[in-house]
């Protein structure tokens, strides 16, 4: 069976949505349809191991070696400069020439799929696996730790009713018993506000009102400086719950400052800086053309170690030497954003790190 003419073959290839080339023995791309060119900026008389690879040699593993394959072939590669995991699926000589009209030489068509969407379901998925057979573990630690955390507390305040019959000594082994059992209820605080599931509505909020009253009721507000940048054209305006938003700055503030009361070199004090503005939906990189609220939260608290960043989000984790606190503040600033219809991202900054928020705008 004869391939179809080039010129009738061109117009099908063309109209199929995902991006197709075909290479030749050589590496050069052959032809390209629309799509490749388009979005991925592919050409005829590209080599295929530059243009899509970013190899400077042929790879090592590529199927156009094989002359006798035979049958398709699959394979995921991801872009870097697009952040994009594609599946590449090979099509042998043996088919391509029923399609098109090719040499005698050996050919394969490639056809590339964008899979990333479909492997962050297939990781979220397995990560609520995880965090539902953890948080039942957790739940029952943290209900056995409240009896014996109370009775404590209740003994700690018949010490201190009697303080003036106590030696210096046991009242200031009180007072650090007492910050202690303080640390110990957070952490189960945190621990059950992690495996609760509670529903709830969301309405028009002002989000700059809320980032101000969140920052008025910290007791370090004295003592640091809070800047808020937000030009009168941005809209204040957002669809959430007012006390959960203020619990993801609260988490947000608490975490600049932590950081940046453990370091001692600084130069300057501390500032964090809240910049509002709005990505519209004509932006190029936007990728479900809807206009958003971006929120940037940027402190000059240090930073983060960039082999930590990725893991921040993760519940449990904390890069404090000293350990306090349990770990979850930034894992429930991101759930309550997902609840948002929202999404957080980190990033270091010269000196600092910016947490860069987005809510969508109805």
């Given at each position: 069976?004869?391939?179809?003419?080039?010129?009738?073959?061109?117009?099908?290839?063309?109209?199929?949505?995902?991006?197709?080339?075909?290479?030749n023995?050589?590496?050069?791309?052959?032809?390209?349809?629309?799509?490749?060119?388009?979005?991925?900026?592919?050409?005829?008389?590209?080599?295929?191991?530059?243009?899509?690879?970013?190899?400077?040699?042929?790879?090592?593993?590529?199927?156009?070696?094989?002359?006798?394959?035979?049958?398709?072939?699959?394979?995921?590669?991801?872009?870097?400069s697009?952040?994009?995991?594609?599946?590449?699926?090979?099509?042998?000589?043996?088919?391509?020439?029923?399609?098109?009209?090719?040499?005698?030489?050996?050919?394969?068509?490639?056809?590339?799929?964008?899979?990333?969407?479909?492997l962050?379901?297939?990781?979220?998925?397995y990560?609520?696996?995880?965090?539902?057979?953890?948080?039942?573990?957790?739940?029952?630690?943290?209900?056995?730790?409240?009896?014996?955390?109370?009775?404590m507390?209740?003994?700690?305040?018949?010490?201190?009713?009697?303080?003036?019959?106590?030696?210096?000594?046991?009242?200031?082994?009180?007072?650090?018993?007492?910050?202690?059992?303080?640390?110990?209820?957070?952490?189960?605080?945190?621990?059950?506000?992690?495996?609760?599931?509670?529903?709830?509505?969301?309405?028009?909020?002002n989000?700059?009102?809320?980032?101000?009253?969140?920052?008025?009721?910290?007791?370090?507000?004295?003592?640091?400086?809070?800047?808020v940048?937000?030009?009168?054209?941005?809209?204040?305006?957002?669809?959430?719950?007012?006390?959960?938003?203020?619990?993801?700055?609260?988490?947000?503030?608490?975490?600049?400052?932590k950081?940046?009361?453990?370091?001692?070199?600084?130069?300057?004090?501390?500032?964090?800086?809240?910049?509002?503005?709005?990505?519209?939906?004509t932006?190029?990189?936007?990728?479900?053309?809807?206009?958003?609220?971006?929120?940037?939260?940027?402190?000059?608290?240090?930073g983060?170690?960039?082999?930590?960043?990725?893991?921040?989000f993760?519940?449990?984790?904390?890069?404090r030497?000293?350990?306090?606190?349990?770990?979850?503040?930034?894992?429930?600033?991101?759930?309550?954003?997902?609840?948002?219809?929202?999404?957080?991202?980190?990033?270091?900054?010269?000196?600092?790190?910016?947490?860069?928020?987005?809510?969508?705008?109805?």
């Amino acid at each position: 069976m004869e391939g179809l003419p080039i010129q009738l073959s061109t117009i099908i290839l063309n109209e199929i949505e995902e991006p197709l080339y075909v290479v030749n023995p050589e590496y050069k791309i052959v032809f390209a349809n629309s799509k490749s060119k388009n979005e991925l900026g592919i050409q005829e008389g590209n080599l295929c191991y530059q243009k899509i690879f970013s190899r400077p040699l042929p790879c090592p593993f590529c199927v156009i070696k094989q002359k006798n394959l035979a049958k398709l072939h699959k394979a995921k590669f991801r872009r870097v400069s697009r952040g994009t995991t594609f599946q590449q699926t090979t099509f042998p000589y043996k088919i391509i020439h029923k399609i098109i009209q090719v040499d005698n030489e050996f050919m394969v068509l490639d056809i590339l799929q964008d899979i990333s969407e479909e492997l962050e379901l297939e990781k979220e998925r397995y990560r609520q696996e995880k965090l539902i057979a953890l948080g039942t573990i957790i739940q029952s630690v943290a209900h056995e730790l409240i009896n014996p955390l109370t009775g404590m507390g209740l003994t700690l305040q018949n010490l201190k009713q009697r303080q003036a019959e106590l030696p210096p000594p046991i009242l200031e082994k009180c007072k650090l018993l007492e910050q202690d059992l303080r640390r110990a209820s957070d952490i189960v605080a945190d621990i059950r506000l992690y495996t609760q599931k509670i529903s709830y509505e969301l309405s028009p909020v002002n989000i700059k009102d809320i980032i101000w009253q969140t920052w008025n009721k910290m007791h370090f507000a004295d003592e640091y400086k809070l800047k808020v940048e937000w030009p009168d054209e941005v809209t204040q305006t957002i669809h959430g719950n007012p006390a959960k938003l203020m619990q993801v700055f609260q988490n947000l503030f608490i975490n600049s400052v932590k950081a940046y009361e453990e370091k001692t070199n600084h130069t300057e004090p501390l500032t964090i800086t809240v910049h509002a503005e709005i990505i519209s939906a004509t932006d190029p990189y936007l990728k479900d053309k809807k206009p958003y609220l971006q929120i940037q939260l940027c402190d000059n608290a240090g930073g983060i170690a960039p082999h930590l960043l990725p893991h921040i989000f993760e519940p449990f984790f904390s890069k404090r030497k000293s350990n306090s606190g349990s770990g979850l503040g930034l894992f429930i600033v991101n759930r309550i954003m997902k609840e948002h219809r929202a999404s957080i991202e980190a990033k270091n900054k010269e000196n600092g790190i910016c947490f860069s928020m987005k809510f969508p705008l109805q």
